[in-house]
Protein backbone atom coordinates (compact mmCIF):
# COMPACT_ATOMS: atom_id res chain seq x y z
CA UNK A 1 0.00 0.00 0.00
CA UNK A 2 1.22 3.56 -0.89
CA UNK A 3 0.92 6.09 1.65
CA UNK A 4 1.07 9.69 1.10
CA UNK A 5 3.93 9.90 3.02
CA UNK A 6 5.86 7.94 0.35
CA UNK A 7 4.75 9.50 -2.67
CA UNK A 8 5.50 13.02 -0.91
CA UNK A 9 8.68 11.41 0.26
CA UNK A 10 9.48 10.44 -3.51
CA UNK A 11 8.57 14.24 -5.08
CA UNK A 12 10.63 15.80 -2.58
CA UNK A 13 14.03 13.18 -3.02
CA UNK A 14 15.21 16.20 -5.92
CA UNK A 15 13.84 19.00 -5.48
CA UNK A 16 15.80 20.50 -8.31
CA UNK A 17 14.31 18.73 -10.78
CA UNK A 18 11.71 20.90 -12.08
CA UNK A 19 10.28 20.75 -15.29
CA UNK A 20 8.68 23.20 -17.43
CA UNK A 21 9.72 25.97 -14.87
CA UNK A 22 7.69 29.61 -16.05
CA UNK A 23 9.86 32.46 -17.47
CA UNK A 24 9.40 34.13 -14.23
CA UNK A 25 11.40 31.76 -12.13
CA UNK A 26 14.61 32.94 -10.61
CA UNK A 27 15.98 28.56 -11.50
CA UNK A 28 14.42 29.13 -14.82
CA UNK A 29 17.14 29.51 -17.82
CA UNK A 30 15.87 32.40 -19.79
CA UNK A 31 17.43 33.85 -23.11
CA UNK A 32 15.34 37.53 -23.98
CA UNK A 33 15.23 38.37 -27.77
CA UNK A 34 13.58 40.89 -29.23
CA UNK A 35 10.12 40.46 -28.10
CA UNK A 36 10.70 36.90 -26.78
CA UNK A 37 11.53 35.14 -24.22
CA UNK A 38 12.88 31.77 -24.76
CA UNK A 39 13.04 29.37 -21.78
CA UNK A 40 14.99 26.41 -21.68
CA UNK A 41 13.11 22.87 -20.53
CA UNK A 42 15.42 20.22 -21.84
CA UNK A 43 18.22 18.18 -24.18
CA UNK A 44 21.30 18.64 -24.63
CA UNK A 45 21.91 18.63 -28.41
CA UNK A 46 19.08 19.99 -29.88
CA UNK A 47 18.13 22.07 -26.42
CA UNK A 48 14.51 22.91 -26.35
CA UNK A 49 13.06 26.17 -25.42
CA UNK A 50 9.75 26.90 -25.08
CA UNK A 51 9.02 30.65 -26.47
CA UNK A 52 6.52 33.32 -24.90
CA UNK A 53 5.50 36.43 -26.27
CA UNK A 54 4.41 38.70 -23.83
CA UNK A 55 3.06 36.52 -21.20
CA UNK A 56 1.71 33.04 -24.02
CA UNK A 57 3.61 30.70 -25.02
CA UNK A 58 3.20 30.49 -28.53
CA UNK A 59 5.76 27.29 -29.13
CA UNK A 60 9.23 25.39 -29.26
CA UNK A 61 12.20 26.47 -31.04
CA UNK A 62 15.48 23.78 -30.57
CA UNK A 63 18.89 24.59 -30.41
CA UNK A 64 21.45 22.62 -32.53
CA UNK A 65 25.16 22.80 -32.60
CA UNK A 66 25.13 25.02 -35.69
CA UNK A 67 21.84 26.08 -36.16
CA UNK A 68 18.10 26.83 -34.63
CA UNK A 69 15.09 25.16 -35.53
CA UNK A 70 11.15 25.85 -35.20
CA UNK A 71 9.85 22.66 -36.08
CA UNK A 72 7.19 24.55 -37.99
CA UNK A 73 9.10 25.19 -41.34
CA UNK A 74 12.59 22.40 -40.77
CA UNK A 75 14.50 25.24 -41.58
CA UNK A 76 17.91 26.32 -40.51
CA UNK A 77 18.18 29.78 -38.43
CA UNK A 78 21.36 31.23 -37.97
CA UNK A 79 20.26 33.40 -34.35
CA UNK A 80 17.24 32.19 -31.66
CA UNK A 81 15.18 35.29 -32.94
CA UNK A 82 14.75 34.36 -36.01
CA UNK A 83 13.19 31.07 -35.57
CA UNK A 84 10.97 32.78 -33.08
CA UNK A 85 10.20 35.27 -35.45
CA UNK A 86 9.08 33.01 -38.24
CA UNK A 87 7.22 30.20 -35.90
CA UNK A 88 5.48 33.53 -34.55
CA UNK A 89 4.53 34.48 -37.93
CA UNK A 90 3.61 31.04 -38.80
CA UNK A 91 1.28 30.60 -36.15
CA UNK A 92 -0.19 34.30 -36.58
CA UNK A 93 -1.10 32.94 -40.45
CA UNK A 94 -2.48 29.77 -39.25
CA UNK A 95 -4.63 31.73 -36.76
CA UNK A 96 -6.02 33.80 -39.53
CA UNK A 97 -6.57 31.06 -41.98
CA UNK A 98 -8.24 28.80 -38.98
CA UNK A 99 -10.50 31.99 -37.98
CA UNK A 100 -11.29 32.68 -41.45
CA UNK A 101 -12.76 29.01 -41.98
CA UNK A 102 -13.80 27.72 -38.82
CA UNK A 103 -16.47 28.81 -36.07
CA UNK A 104 -14.69 30.52 -32.72
CA UNK A 105 -14.76 27.91 -29.87
CA UNK A 106 -17.44 27.62 -27.58
CA UNK A 107 -16.42 28.45 -23.88
CA UNK A 108 -17.18 24.55 -22.80
CA UNK A 109 -14.38 23.90 -25.25
CA UNK A 110 -11.96 26.76 -24.25
CA UNK A 111 -12.15 25.08 -20.87
CA UNK A 112 -10.85 21.41 -22.64
CA UNK A 113 -7.85 23.09 -23.92
CA UNK A 114 -4.21 23.66 -22.43
CA UNK A 115 -4.15 26.81 -20.68
CA UNK A 116 -0.96 27.74 -22.53
CA UNK A 117 -2.38 27.07 -25.50
CA UNK A 118 -4.92 29.98 -24.94
CA UNK A 119 -5.01 33.42 -26.29
CA UNK A 120 -5.59 36.46 -24.04
CA UNK A 121 -9.25 36.73 -26.14
CA UNK A 122 -9.80 33.52 -25.06
CA UNK A 123 -8.92 34.09 -20.99
CA UNK A 124 -11.38 37.22 -21.37
CA UNK A 125 -14.08 35.12 -22.56
CA UNK A 126 -13.58 32.27 -20.11
CA UNK A 127 -13.59 35.10 -17.25
CA UNK A 128 -17.06 36.04 -18.38
CA UNK A 129 -18.43 33.30 -18.68
CA UNK A 130 -21.18 31.73 -16.33
CA UNK A 131 -21.68 27.87 -16.85
CA UNK A 132 -25.30 26.51 -16.95
CA UNK A 133 -26.12 25.19 -13.48
CA UNK A 134 -29.47 22.68 -14.69
CA UNK A 135 -27.01 20.28 -15.67
CA UNK A 136 -25.08 20.51 -12.03
CA UNK A 137 -26.00 18.20 -9.55
CA UNK A 138 -24.70 18.15 -5.91
CA UNK A 139 -22.29 15.21 -4.48
Known sequence: ??????????????????????????????IEISGY????????????YRVYKA??????????ITHWS???????????VDAAVELDEFLNVAKIS???TEQPLTEEELLDKEFDALTSDEWERLKRHVPETRDLVAA
Not at 38 to 47: E, I, S, T
Not at 55 to 64: A, E, K, L, R
Open 1 to 30: MISPFSLQETQLDDPTDKILLPPTDPSAEV
Open 37 to 48: KLVYVNGACPRN
Open 55 to 64: DSMIGVVFQH
Open 70 to 80: NGVDFLRYAEP
Open 98 to 100: RTA
